[in-house]
């Protein structure tokens, strides 16, 4: 694996010294000696842009290493030419980022790129949803933020403490609207799901202090 991302780390450079190599083995033997090194130094060259090093992002994130993740992402000076899954998986990495660094419009803006371009997984789809509607519910923009809430659920989402995130955002929203019949349904379907996230945990206790007592 590690001899593997450092093939990826060092893909380009890799490519280029073959492409020289088969340049050099091309004056010197012909073609047909140079084609190994024409062909590998084209696909390694190929695979830089059009593939990309996300998969190096993930050895970061075990360790931790936000700051490594982000020398990854920013590595790629030609998003455009990613093909067009991993284009999508690259702004979404950078939406993420976004919302660490607690910046809003970047998050969304970056989230959206990668929803308009589309997942071949819809539950990836649905976790950007929910996201962006989370952001719009940071920034006051709750009917945006419950329309998007309610396509992520739609979508279906990767694992059931973010379908817990997405009903118990519901059911605040629906206590905002006063809809408590709903509210409650919705943090019978949060609880139902047994999330292990400590800030759900700490928001159902919160919640359940009072929804007994509320009509509906």
């Given amino acids: 694996m590690k001899f593997y991302n450092l093939i990826i780390k060092y893909r380009l450079q ?3 010294f073959l492409i ?3 340049i050099a083995a091309n004056v010197w033997a012909g073609f047909w000696p140079a ?3 024409y062909l590998i130094g084209l696909i390694l060259i190929a695979g830089h842009f059009f593939i990309g090093p996300l998969r190096l992002i ?3 994130m075990e360790k931790g290493d936000m700051e490594g993740a982000e020398r990854v992402v920013d590595s790629v000076k030609y998003p455009n030419l990613l093909y067009k899954p991993i284009r999508s998986a690259y702004y979404t990495v950078k939406g993420q980022m976004a919302m660490m660094k607690q910046d809003f419009d ?3 803006k970056h989230m959206k790129k990668g929803i308009d371009l589309g997942s071949p997984i819809k539950e990836v789809e649905g976790a950007n949803l929910l996201q962006i509607g989370m952001i719009n519910m940071q920034k006051g923009n709750f009917k945006q933020g419950e329309s998007y809430i309610r396509q992520a659920i739609r979508k279906g989402l990767p694992d059931k403490e973010n379908e817990a995130a997405a009903y ?3 059911c605040n929203i629906m206590m905002n609207k006063r809809e408590f019949r709903a509210a409650k349904d919705f943090f019978k379907k949060t609880k139902a799901l047994k999330p292990t996230n400590p800030q759900i945990l700490q928001q159902v206790k919160e919640i359940e202090k009072y929804i007994s007592r509320i009509p509906g």
């Fill in 58 to 60: 993930q050895e970061f």
């Fill in 106 to 108: 970047g998050a969304e």
């Fill in 168 to 170: 118990l955002q519901m």
């Fill in 20 to 22: 020289l190599v088969g």
């Fill in 35 to 37: 084609f190994p090194a």
């Fill in 14 to 16: 890799l490519g280029i």
